[in-house]
């Protein structure tokens, strides 16, 4: 094994929490009993969580150490000015307004952005954001370039904005009805694509001579800009931390969810540069989340996260991080699992179309290899399709995704290569006996984000 290819893990192991893998006769009384939704499974039920990244991190001896200074002053935490420092040092941004978690910040920011009617254009939706986008009036339009839905085309940077999409949008429905540009880096449900510098000047070009917003949903900004130095020319010589602060000075703020590459277990902001919008979004932070100076955490969350952010700009650590990842790619590949090329920054996702070419799309494909993976080897994993996406809120259909996946997301700092050999064993020997999967039908189906709450039952 190359050092390079794969390095090792940059830390040493300090503390360890002891987990069991249950029989496949228990695992199938689980699943079942989970409705077929890995959502609903006890995490004392699984072997190997790869549901998700999101607050799954390990925190370092630093932030740990940093836990035990928290002011936990109702106003004024001295914990708020050492994160506000941090992030107007590392983002440039004029202001921020912390929030519980990411999705906090996307619904102040969707409030205070979007007038009804108004177009909303993005490199690829996401659950929660189009959620809160669509529930305060917002029109969701997707401008992602067009490889981003082949799942099989291995080409760098395939998050980026396709400008000609943009374009189109803004004449046929004047800038003046396109509340913002909301450009994710890097594209959670395209595999974890990341978007190019080159693309994001083009965007803030574009936009600055039609006068609007571009706000980044930066939750995974730092994989982002590894690929930025790993692959665009003239940054390979950049650090991390210049390559991130430039990202962001083609915008005018972001919503961050500060439990991916802020490596903690909870927490969120809302960046932006205009002092209106920032007035307005003070006013709502205290009726939805908390005072200005919290936003819905404790002090020793946000000093907590304020040594996190520091943390996730050292080489060492998002080399490591992107290529652990790689790592379980290419044990795929080289076994001809079907998965999203090329591989992202923090997730595989199997492509569920290929994997399971027997099931039709309205069969839920990825949530039945998703439930099937769990029964196989005790792995969690999660459905990224035709579920997720939900239902067109004026027609009552589904909302087909070209794109039908089963993510296994990689926690920061929690497991090591022999885990993601298991993991890929374990996928390797269910697609021998893919024939076998059959697709699930809804039992139960909230309105709402139906993927983290619905059940389903197996159909022949």
């Not at 094994?1 to 228990?26: G, H």
């Not at 665009?232 to 703020?253: C, L, N, P, W």
Request: glycine letters at 8%.
């Amino acid at each position: 094994m190359s050092l390079n290819k794969y390095p090792a893990e940059p830390f040493r192991i300090k503390s360890v929490e002891t987990v069991k893998m249950i029989s496949r006769e228990e695992r199938e009384k689980v699943i079942k009993e989970a409705g077929y939704n890995t959502f609903l499974i006890k995490s004392d039920d699984v072997y190997i969580d790869l549901l998700t990244d999101s607050g799954t991190n390990a925190m370092s001896d630093r932030q740990w150490a940093g836990m035990m200074i928290g002011d936990e002053s109702y106003a004024g935490s001295i914990n708020f000015r050492h994160l506000e420092e941090t992030v107007q040092d590392i983002f440039g941004f004029k202001h921020i307004v912390p929030t519980h978690q990411g999705r906090g910040a996307e619904n102040l920011l969707s409030q205070i952005a979007i007038k009804q009617g108004q177009y909303v254009p993005g490199n690829m939706y996401f659950t929660t954001t189009r959620y809160h986008q669509e529930r305060n009036g917002g029109i969701f339009v997707d401008i992602i370039r067009d490889e981003a839905h082949e799942a099989w085309m291995n080409i760098p940077f395939k998050g980026d904005i396709d400008l000609n999409k943009l374009q189109k949008l803004i004449d046929e429905k004047g800038a003046e009805n396109i509340a913002y540009v909301c450009l994710a880096v890097t594209v959670n449900l395209a595999g974890g694509q990341p978007v190019s510098m080159k693309n994001m000047k083009e965007v803030r070009e574009l936009t600055r001579r039609h006068g609007i917003r571009v706000f980044y949903d930066v939750t995974r900004c730092v994989e982002n800009a590894y690929f930025i130095k790993e692959q665009e020319e003239g940054y390979t010589g950049k650090t991390i931390r210049e390559i991130v602060h430039e990202m962001f000075s083609y915008a005018d703020g972001c919503t961050m969810s500060g439990k991916k590459d802020c490596l903690v277990n909870i927490g969120g902001f809302l960046c932006m540069n205009d002092d209106d919008l920032f007035a307005e979004a003070k006013e709502l932070v205290v009726a939805y989340e908390g005072m200005p100076s919290y936003g819905g955490m404790a002090g020793r969350d946000m000093e907590a996260m304020a040594i996190g952010l520091k943390e996730s700009l050292q080489f060492e650590y998002i080399e490591h991080r992107v290529k652990q990842v790689r790592y379980l790619g290419d044990l795929l590949l080289k076994a001809g699992i079907p998965i999203i090329e090329p591989t992202g920054g923090h997730a595989i996702f199997l492509d569920a179309r290929r994997f399971c070419p027997h099931l039709q799309q309205d069969r839920f494909p990825a949530q039945s290899l998703a439930a099937n993976l769990y029964l196989e080897s005790g792995v969690r994993s999660m459905e990224r399709g035709i579920v997720s996406a939900g239902r067109n809120k004026y027609t009552g259909d589904h909302h087909r995704p070209k794109l039908e996946t089963v993510r296994l997301t990689i926690p920061r700092r929690v497991y090591t290569y022999r885990h993601m050999d298991l993991v890929a064993e374990a996928v390797i020997s269910l697609y021998k006996r893919r024939e076998s999967i059959k697709g699930l039908r809804f039992v139960y189906e909230p309105k709402q984000l139906r993927f983290f709450t619905a059940r389903f039952e197996e159909t022949d």
